[in-house]
């Protein structure tokens, strides 16, 4: 899993007035949660970028005042006319303590039923787990070799080591679908038959 590093400052005054103070300055201000205590600081949108703007799932270490915090994104909220990132979360990764996160999938393969002609649908992206730190993945492999024409591959597919599935077992996170043009040819070879 990528480790991003961040820079941060430790943030001393809340409330409305002073978060709108950290904003004019062009940072932003961020929390992050789950260790002994909440610590609030600002980065800059420069700093956060690389971890925000990415599909991938990374672990982000924040330098603050000479402290390191291993962490995951949690959660953003951005500003609804200009889409400047205006507040960030972080979850604090405590060695042996369990945490939700929602970790990306990655088909692997190409599935037979695709080689018969028909198309790859993605249901689901990414998958909610609980797990220890230690056990987190960047993203979970899902082999999709055997996927027929017509049938789903399920959550009661996916294999993680050490995780909970957050998710019901038979809830479809892909599928391959039969096309117009396959359907077109069994028509034509229904017909043919008569």
Same mark, same amino acid.
């Given at each position: 899993?990528?480790?991003?590093?961040?820079?941060?400052?430790?943030?001393?005054?809340?409330?409305?007035?002073?978060?709108? /103070? &950290?904003?004019?300055?062009?940072? !932003?201000? +961020?929390?992050?949660?789950?260790? #002994?205590?909440?610590?609030? =600081?600002?980065? @800059?949108?420069?700093?956060?970028?690389?971890?925000?703007?990415?599909?991938?799932?990374?672990?982000?270490?924040?330098?603050?005042?000479?402290?390191?915090?291993?962490?995951?994104?949690?959660?953003?909220?951005?500003?609804?006319?200009?889409?400047?990132?205006? /507040? &960030?979360?972080?979850?604090?990764? !405590?060695? +042996?303590?369990?945490?939700?996160? #929602?970790?990306?999938?990655? =088909?692997?393969? @190409?599935?037979?039923?695709?080689?018969?002609?028909?198309?790859?649908?993605?249901?689901?992206?990414?998958?909610?787990?609980?797990?220890?730190?230690?056990?987190?993945?960047?993203?979970?492999?899902?082999?999709?070799?055997?996927?027929?024409?017509?049938?789903?591959?399920?959550?009661?597919?996916?294999?993680?080591? +050490?995780?909970?599935?957050?998710?019901?077992?038979?809830?479809?996170?892909?599928?391959?679908?039969?096309?117009?043009?396959?359907?077109?040819?069994?028509?034509?070879?229904?017909?043919?038959?008569?």
């Amino acid at each position: 899993m990528k480790l991003i590093t961040i820079e941060g400052q430790l943030r001393s005054e809340f409330g409305k007035k002073a978060t709108g /103070h &950290v904003r004019s300055e062009g940072k !932003v201000p +961020g929390v992050i949660y789950g260790g #002994s205590a909440n610590v609030h =600081f600002t980065a @800059t949108p420069k700093a956060l970028k690389s971890i925000i703007y990415t599909a991938e799932f990374n672990q982000a270490e924040i330098n603050i005042d000479g402290k390191k915090y291993t962490c995951i994104l949690k959660d953003l909220q951005y500003n609804k006319t200009t889409d400047e990132v205006t /507040h &960030v979360d972080f979850l604090e990764l !405590v060695t +042996g303590k369990s945490v939700n996160a #929602s970790v990306p999938l990655k =088909f692997i393969g @190409t599935s037979k039923g695709v080689k018969e002609g028909g198309r790859f649908e993605v249901k689901m992206s990414t998958v909610k787990v609980r797990t220890k730190p230690e056990n987190l993945r960047s993203a979970v492999d899902v082999d999709i070799t055997n996927l027929e024409i017509g049938k789903n591959l399920r959550i009661e597919d996916i294999s993680y080591e +050490g995780a909970e599935i957050l998710h019901n077992k038979r809830i479809p996170v892909a599928a391959v679908v039969t096309t117009r043009a396959l359907k077109q040819e069994a028509t034509d070879a229904a017909k043919a038959k008569k």
